[in-house]
T-cell receptor, first 112, second 116 residues
Framework: KQEVTQIPAALSVPEGENLVLNCSFTDSAIYNLQWFRQDPGKGLTSLLLIQSSQREQTSGRLNASLDKSSGRSTLYIAASQPGDSATYLCAVTPDSWGKLQFGAGTQVVVTP | EPEVTQTPSHQVTQMGQEVILRCVPI?????FYWYRQILGQKVEFLVSFYNNEISEKSEIFDDQFSVERPDGSNFTLKIRSTKLEDSAMYFC??????????????FGPGTRLTVL
């Protein structure tokens, strides 16, 4: 059974520091992995999608890597800003139309 | 930019009542999903829908739940007889997993359901 874990559960960094968020999954047979941002009481905003054949994906200050064999993905956010404060969720899916299975998230606070 | 919309944003109901949560997926998308998030817990998959039928459902999605695409734009989740434990944020999502499309799932803002 697939388990998705995100450690740490919470993280506080000063503005300008780079953020490193970790996601691990127990079954390497994934089709893709998606990173989301969730603001309190709000919906999920898709940040990056990494296909299983890809090693990384980049969008602006965000870079996500994927190591399927070790069951890990890392989201890097460069030069963090207070506006980056949110909960970051990773989710995996076993096939192109399948359900997303989520981790519990990492709550990030960026202090000015 | 196209987005998934959901109504209402907040629904309060009495235990045992029926509720219908509504979603308008992104217009050219083919796959539709419902997820829920109980306060303080992980986002959980409920059901996926493609070509006017359920393609996958979770253990949570029992006989009290149903989904429908009544027209070309709306996608609904019905809970027939709500329980206290149905209180959660319900998210609709859609993806364009067709030829040349993307598997990326886009989520709506959610409907907060409170069962009293």
């Amino acid at each position: 059974k697939q388990e998705v874990t995100q450690i740490p559960a919470a993280l506080s960094v000063p503005e300008g520091e780079n953020l490193v968020l970790n996601c691990s999954f127990t079954d390497s047979a994934i089709y893709n992995l998606q990173w989301f941002r969730q603001d309190p009481g709000k919906g999920l905003t898709s940040l990056l999608l990494i296909q299983s054949s890809q090693r990384e994906q980049t969008s602006g200050r965000l870079n996500a890597s994927l190591d399927k064999s070790s069951g890990r993905s890392t989201l890097y956010i460069a030069a963090s800003q207070p506006g980056d404060s949110a909960t970051y969720l990773c989710a995996v899916t076993p096939d192109s139309w399948g359900k997303l299975q989520f981790g519990a998230g990492t709550q990030v606070v960026v202090t000015p | 930019e196209p987005e998934v919309t959901q109504t209402p944003s907040h629904q309060v109901t009495q235990m045992g009542q029926e509720v219908i949560l509504r979603c308008v997926p992104i217009s050219n998308h083919l796959y539709f999903y419902w997820y829920r998030q109980i306060l303080g817990q992980k986002v959980e998959f409920l059901v996926s829908f493609y070509n006017n039928e359920i393609s996958e459902k979770s253990e949570i999605f029992d006989d009290q739940f149903s989904v429908e695409r009544p027209d070309g734009s709306n996608f609904t989740l019905k809970i027939r007889s709500t329980k206290l434990e149905d209180s959660a944020m319900y998210f609709c999502a859609s993806s364009d997993t067709g030829t040349g499309g993307s598997d990326e799932q886009f989520f709506g803002p959610g409907t907060r359901l409170t069962v009293l």
